[in-house]
């Protein structure tokens, strides 16, 4: 019975997190793209990464949820790929990034 009531409250924590947290800016999430990824990754909806190896972001919800990133890039991006660099971006610009990312699922 105490299980239930622990699930109900982290339930009622999350909704309201999520009840808060301001909607993204996909224009402000495509310069953070342009400005730390670019150099490696495709940014739109057509086209090839510089780098071969770098998945366009495009396809990016294909293999993992992209809300599933906001603890990453909130605690810091780190990845074995050496040409990869760390990233930590501040709450506002997760949203804009988040944003960003999904509108290319469209």
Known sequence: MNVRWLMLGVAAAMVGTAAMARPGNVVAGHALAQKHCGACHALDKTGKSP????????????????????????EGMVTLHPDMPEITFAPDDIDDFIAYLKSLEK
């Open 51 to 74: 780098k071969p190896e770098a998945p366009p972001f495009r396809t990016l919800h294909e293999r993992y949820p992209v809300e599933g990133l906001e603890e990453a890039l909130a």
